[in-house]
C-alpha cells in the first residue's frame, strides 16, 4: 500500500467523504499531517471522474503550497493537473481560467476569479480596455467541488476585516447556489468553526478528528453538529513525546549549535528582516554547516533554490517566515519559533515529525520533537519580537503554555485527544482571546459584496465600491510583480516567461514603507513615475515571443501621500502611460515594476526597510 493510499483509508476521511457526498457542503477539522490535502484526490476521483461534477478546484493561502501539493500530491496521480499561481512551475500546466479538471490555486486568484476578474486579464481590466472574460471562470467554478484548505489563514483572525469579508462573501454565494464546498482546518478557534458551520454555510456538518475535549464541548454548546472520529492507529503512530520549552532570544544561536549539526532544525520568525539577521549570523558564526532561507520576498527563482534545498537537507538549519506555516511538509523534528498566537505555534509545530519523511518519523517515535519557543523578557522584546500580530493574543499563548508546563505537563502539538500528561493544542487555543475588531465592517462588506456576485455587474463596478466601502479583495493587497534581473532581459525577446526572475509584492506597503527607493522611477515635470517593464507578445517566424520593454512609465505619478491608494491609483499606478498618437506593438502579457540596483541580494531578498 502506497502512502497516498493509507491516507485514503484512514476513518475520519472516509467519514468526511461519506458527509460530502449526503450534504455536499462539509467543514472538515483533523491534526496536522492527517492527509486533508489528500482528500481531495478521493473526492476528484469519486465525483469528476466517475460522477457529476466537472472539475476540483482546491484553494490554499500561500504560493510554496500550491507548488508542493501541485507537484507531490496532484501532479504524481492525475498528470492532467493544473494550478493556478503568480509562480511558472510548468507553463503548459498553468490554468488561470480552472479548466484542468484537477487545479490548485491560491487564494488570490480564486478571489479575485470568482469576482469576474480573471487573473489573466489583470493587465486589460486594470487598463479599463477589456471587462475580461469571466464567463468560461464561472462556468468551471459554478460545476466544480470547491476545496478551501487551511482555511485558519483566511478566516481565522476576525481583526483582518478588510479582506476577511470577499471570503465570507465567496463561501455564502457558493453554498447558496449548491457548489459543493468543503472548508478545511486543523488549528481554528470554536468561535470561528461555529461561524463557519452555522452561519456562513447554514448548518454544516463537522467532522472532528479527535476525542472528546474542550472545543468539541463548547461547539456542541454552540449548537453545531460535531461528527467526532476517532483514529486510533493515527493516535498510536503519532503519540510523540513532545517537549516544549521557552528560551530567552539570546539562547536561539546555543540551541542551534546543540542540534542543527545532527539534525535539521526549522527556525521561524515573525518578520522576513529578523528573518535575514538571523539567517546572516548563522553564516557569520559558522553555527551549522548548511543554512537554507525562505520568505515571501525572495525571487521565484531563489525561493525554488530554497524550496528545492529544504526538502533534501538531513541537517543543518532552515530559516523562514510563516510562509511554511501552512500545510508545508519537512523532514525535521526540532523547531525554534519566535512567539505568535496559538494557532500559529500548532501550524508551526505541525510542519514536524510528518509520516512522508520516513527516517525523521521514526526518529520522532523514539527521541521525540522538541519545540523551542521564544519568551520576551519584557514588553519591549515583546513588540519586538511580535511582528504582525496581536501583543495580547501573543501574551495569551505564552501564558496558557507556560500554565502547562509548570504543572509538569506537556502539550501535544499534534493530537486532539487527550492522553496522560499531556494536554491537547485546541485547549490551549480555547483558552486563548479570538480577535473580534472589525466585526461590523465585515458583514456590512459581505453584503455588499454577496450582492455583487449574485448580480450582472462588471469588474469596473466592483472597483468601484472596494474605493468606496474600504476593503480588499485579498489579504495581499495590490499585487504587482517587481522584475529583479532587468540586466538580463531587458530589450531582449524571450522564449519563455521563465527568464523571468520577479519578487511578488504589494504595491500599497511598498509605497507605505517609502519603498520607492528600491524600484526604478523616470521623473518628469517635477514628478516621479514608475517604471515599468512591459512585456509583450509578438509573433516572430511564426511563434510567439515575449518581448521585454523596460523604459515605459506609469500612467499616474507616484502620489507624495501613499498610506492608502484606492484601486483606481493601482490601475494608474501599473499601466503604462500611452502618448497621443502612440499605438502599442503586440499585446500586452505582463506589467512589471523594476528593482532599482542593488536592492535586491541575491539568495537574501528584497530589502524593504
Request: with cysteine; net charge neutral; proline share 4%.
Amino acid at each position: 500500500m502506497t502512502f497516498i493510499d493509507a491516507i485514503h483509508s484512514r476513518p475520519g476521511l472516509e467519514k468526511a467523504r461519506e458527509l460530502f457526498k449526503r450534504d455536499g457542503k462539509l467543514v472538515l477539522i483533523a491534526p496536522t499531517g492527517y492527509g486533508k490535502t489528500v482528500l481531495s484526490l478521493k473526492l476528484y476521483r469519486d465525483y469528476v471522474q466517475q460522477g457529476p461534477w466537472g472539475g476540483l478546484i482546491h484553494v490554499v493561502p500561500y504560493r510554496a503550497l500550491v507548488r508542493q501539493i501541485y507537484s507531490e500530491k496532484f501532479k504524481p496521480y492525475v498528470p492532467s493537473s493544473g494550478y493556478q499561481s503568480l509562480e511558472y512551475i510548468e507553463p503548459k500546466d498553468k490554468s488561470p481560467y480552472f479548466l484542468r479538471d484537477l487545479v490548485v490555486t491560491t487564494l488570490d486568484s480564486f478571489v479575485y476569479n470568482l469576482f469576474k476578474i480573471p487573473v489573466a486579464e489583470l493587465n486589460k481590466i486594470y487598463r479599463m480596455v477589456s471587462q475580461g472574460h469571466y464567463y468560461p471562470i464561472e462556468l468551471s467554478i459554478f460545476t466544480s467541488i470547491i476545496v478551501l484548505d487551511e482555511a485558519h489563514v483566511y478566516l481565522g483572525d476576525i481583526d483582518e476585516d478588510t479582506s476577511i469579508a470577499p471570503v465570507v462573501a465567496a463561501s455564502m454565494f457558493l453554498n447558496n447556489a449548491g457548489v459543493p464546498l468543503l472548508i478545511e482546518s486543523a488549528t481554528m478557534h470554536s468561535d470561528i468553526v461555529s461561524a463557519l458551520s452555522n452561519n456562513i454555510l447554514g448548518g454544516a456538518k463537522v467532522v472532528y478528528i479527535g476525542g472528546e475535549n474542550k472545543q468539541v464541548e463548547k461547539l456542541r454548546e454552540k449548537g453545531v453538529s460535531v461528527e467526532v472520529v476517532r483514529d486510533r492507529d493515527f493516535e498510536s503512530s503519532n503519540s510523540f513525546n513532545w517537549r516544549t520549552q521557552l528560551i530567552s532570544k539570546d539562547k536561539i544561536i546555543e540551541v542551534l549549535q546543540r542540534h542543527c549539526r545532527s539534525s535539521l532544525v526549522l527556525l521561524i520568525t515573525n518578520t522576513v528582516k529578523r528573518a535575514i539577521e538571523i539567517y546572516n549570523e548563522i553564516l557569520e558564526k559558522g553555527v551549522c554547516d548548511k543554512a537554507v532561507l525562505l520568505h515571501g520576498l525572495l525571487s521565484n527563482k531563489d525561493r525554488e533554490k530554497a524550496l528545492s534545498e529544504m526538502n533534501k537537507a538531513l541537517s543543518g538549519v532552515i530559516v523562514s517566515t510563516q510562509v511554511v506555516e501552512a500545510g508545508i511538509e519537512l523532514p525535521s523534528r526540532i523547531l525554534i519559533t519566535d512567539p505568535a498566537p496559538l494557532e500559529n505555534l500548532a501550524q508551526r509545530a505541525g510542519r514536524l515529525c510528518r509520516e512522508k519523511y520516513t527516517n525523521i518519523y521514526e526518529e520522532c517515535k523514539k527521541e521525540g520533537p522538541l519545540v523551542f519557543i521564544v519568551k520576551p523578557a519584557e514588553d519591549s522584546e515583546l513588540n519586538e519580537l511580535k511582528g504582525p500580530y496581536e501583543a495580547e493574543r501573543v501574551k495569551s499563548a505564552l501564558d496558557s503554555i507556560n500554565n502547562i508546563l509548570v504543572r509538569h505537563r506537556e502539550v501535544d502539538w499534534r493530537l486532539m485527544s487527550h492522553r496522560e500528561n499531556y494536554t491537547p493544542f485546541v485547549e490551549l487555543l480555547e483558552d486563548t482571546p479570538v480577535v473580534q475588531q472589525g466585526l461590523l465592517k465585515t458583514n456590512i462588506g459581505t453584503e455588499i459584496l454577496k450582492e455583487y456576485l449574485r448580480s450582472d455587474a462588471t469588474p469596473e463596478v466592483l472597483i468601484d465600491i472596494l474605493s468606496s466601502v474600504g476593503l480588499e479583495l485579498t489579504r495581499s493587497g495590490f499585487l504587482v510583480n517587481l522584475l529583479v534581473n532587468a540586466k538580463d532581459v531587458c530589450g531582449r525577446e524571450l522564449r519563455d516567461l521563465e527568464e523571468l526572475e520577479t519578487v511578488p509584492i504589494d504595491l500599497r506597503s511598498l509605497l507605505r514603507r517609502r519603498g520607492v527607493r528600491i524600484v526604478e522611477t523616470i521623473s518628469m515635470n517635477g514628478r516621479d513615475y514608475l517604471r515599468l517593464a512591459v512585456v509583450r507578445v509578438v509573433r516572430k517566424s511564426g511563434e510567439n515571443v515575449f518581448k521585454v520593454v523596460c523604459d515605459e512609465k506609469s500612467k499616474y505619478y507616484i502620489p507624495t501621500w501613499a498610506k492608502e491608494i484606492s484601486h483606481k491609483e493601482y490601475q494608474g499606478l501599473t499601466t503604462p502611460k500611452v502618448e497621443d498618437g502612440e499605438e502599442y506593438f503586440g499585446s500586452i502579457a505582463i506589467t512589471l515594476l523594476v528593482a532599482s540596483e542593488g536592492s535586491y541580494v541575491k539568495g537574501r531578498g528584497l530589502s524593504v526597510w
